[in-house]
T-cell receptor
Framework: NAGVTQTPKFRILKIGQSMTLQCTQDMNHNYMYWYRQDPGMGLKLIYYSVGAGITDKGEVPNGYNVSRSTTEDFPLRLELAAPSQTSVYFC?????????????FGEGSWLTVV | QKEVEQNSGPLSVPEGAIASLNCTYSDRGSQSFFWYRQYSGKSPELIMFIYSNGDKEDGRFTAQLNKASQYVSLLIRDSQPSDSATYLCAVNEDFGNEKLTFGTGTRLTIIP
């Protein structure tokens, strides 16, 4: 069971570079999320999606973009990376019909911007 | 802005004792409440969720909710070294919306 898969696991970016964090889930979940977690802090919602073609901003969307062309994939795009975007990024998914309130998290992507 | 507050700890508890973790939230309209466990360098995993006032038990874990006081807690009985982790409280504003607001977490250490 793959669950939620994120790539890459680790990445170092230079200021001003761009990159995409990939996320895919094989559970046919409608809901998908991107969170970031700064050291010693809780998770903050960046963007979420309630289904293919539908995305919406979370608490901290500035500097990021997302797309949801399929149910399985929810990539997160970082444009013009800044040191403030150094964080651990978690992709997650759930489907309230099938899994109640269990949100399945990916293993995380550690991003450092220097 | 919705806020979820937790004591960051660290909280140290002897093995076999009861660990008590507390969480308060600011949005009185919040409907569902979650406790996640996160080991260092790992992703969060759901331990329990609770919707109704009162206690909900699952094995060694008990979640307690008091909506009037805007307070939710997690009790861990017979604490084990494997319970050492950061515990995140999360709150959802309504049942149809899965946007969770997380607290900063409480770091729990079980002392053998």
């Amino acid at each position: 069971n793959a669950g939620v898969t994120q790539t890459p696991k680790f990445r170092i970016l230079k200021i001003g570079q761009s990159m995409t964090l990939q996320c895919t889930q094989d559970m046919n979940h409608n809901y998908m999320y991107w969170y970031r977690q700064d050291p010693g802090m809780g998770l903050k919602l960046i963007y979420y999606s309630v289904g293919a073609g539908i995305t919406d901003k979370g608490e901290v969307p500035n500097g990021y973009n997302v797309s949801r062309s399929t149910t399985e994939d929810f990539p997160l795009r970082l444009e013009l990376a800044a040191p403030s975007q150094t964080s651990v990024y978690f992709c997650a998914s759930n489907d309230r019909v099938d899994s109640g309130n269990t949100i399945y998290f990916g293993e995380g992507s550690w991003l450092t911007v220097v | 802005q919705k806020e979820v507050e937790q004591n960051s700890g660290p909280l140290s508890v002897p093995e076999g004792a009861i660990a008590s973790l507390n969480c308060t939230y600011s949005d009185r309209g919040s409907q569902s409440f979650f406790w996640y466990r996160q080991y260092s360098g790992k992703s969060p995993e759901l331990i329990m969720f609770i919707y109704s006032n009162g206690d909900k038990e699952d094995g060694r874990f008990t979640a307690q909710l008091n909506k009037a006081s805007q307070y939710v807690s997690l009790l861990i009985r017979d604490s084990q070294p494997s319970d050492s982790a950061t515990y995140l409280c999360a709150v959802n504003e309504d049942f149809g919306n899965e946007k969770l607001t997380f607290g900063t977490g409480t770091r729990l250490t079980i002392i053998p």
